[in-house]
């Protein structure tokens, strides 16, 4: 079983910067592709940023974020992350950790397995 704890949400002016982190545990974390996906109030869930090892160090972005969002990776401590930067009153949300056992990048939220309980992030002046 694969377990995953995020941290790092809070309340942020527009344009400040937020890092997110998801701790992993359960299994061999290089066999994984985990992403970060938001939810905001009355909307689905979309998918933000995912990463992945085996099959080559690739990672995809949202269009919404792309050049603002980095995720990275700490093998040796289990742990992605979700450096945030030039943040927008629109990415205001619930942003959740998610992974599954693949080497295949993924973007749907129904693709993947393992959730963390999210972390909220407001962007507001």
């Known amino acids: 079983q694969v377990q995953l704890v995020e941290s790092g949400g809070g309340l942020a002016r527009p344009g400040a910067s937020l890092r997110l982190s998801c701790a992993t545990s359960?299994?061999?974390?290089?066999?994984?592709?985990v992403a970060w996906f938001r939810q905001a109030p009355g909307q689905e869930r979309e998918f933000v940023a995912a990463s992945r090892l085996r099959g080559g160090d690739t990672t995809r972005y949202a269009d919404s974020v792309k050049g603002r969002f980095t995720i990275s990776r700490d093998n040796a401590e289990n742990t992605v992350y979700l450096q945030m930067n030039s943040l927008k009153p629109e990415d205001t949300a619930v942003y959740y950790c998610a992974a599954r056992h693949t080497s295949i990048l993924r973007f749907g939220a129904d693709e993947y397995d393992h959730w963390g309980q999210g972390t909220e992030v407001t962007v507001s002046s």
């Open positions: 359960g299994r061999t974390f290089t066999n994984y592709v």
